[in-house]
């Protein structure tokens, strides 16, 4: 599974929701489906205390799917990775992720408004900045009033991560897709056919089906 995801990173208050805010609109004028995977500190809101999904939950159900006409939500016991996040998202075309900047191995759009504290994003993974202050280096620095152009640099991004994606790779537990990056996919695909190719019966373009029980 690869759907392109950009990491949109920073300080708490820095703009962020504001900036995906903005952004989300100009991409589905453009005809993309857009999911956006949120990182909190805090307590799931949509289960308040006494509902129904709260008396579940509270009696030890490991997840609670609530179906309503305006949209379904899932209730998870378990505190989600960013992969299993991500993997949760289906029929979208490109995610964006506020938070997990520093778990994110993903390309990083940097909202940086206060000159005394450091970039939140790792600099491996950060394409471009997004501020109003004197920022001096090699990437690109964006205002963030400047949502339309910010928005063809996404795109230009995810257009990327596209092209690098190893087509037909996926990785399943337990019955769950994960979500692989490109760097990810191209270290396993690389791993697997240098093993296997020295095997007999492999031979190029043949599909390759893994399945393995961890030890317990």
Known sequence: MHVPAICIAGWSDSGKTTLIERLIPLLTVRGLRVGVVKHTHHALEMDKPGSDTDRYRSVGASAVALAAPDGTGVLDARPARLTEALATLHNVDLILVEGFDQEACLPALEVWR??????????????????????????????????????????????????RAVPGLSVSLDGQELYLTPFVQRMLAGALDGMLRTLDGYHEGCEITLRMKSKT
């Open 114 to 163: 206060t000159p005394e504290t450091p970039m939140r994003s790792r600099e491996q993974w950060r394409r471009a900045v997004i501020t109003d202050l004197p920022c001096e280096g090699p990437l690109p620095v964006f205002s963030p009033s400047a949502t339309d152009s910010i928005a063809d640099f996404l795109l230009t991004l995810a257009e990327e991560q596209r092209q």
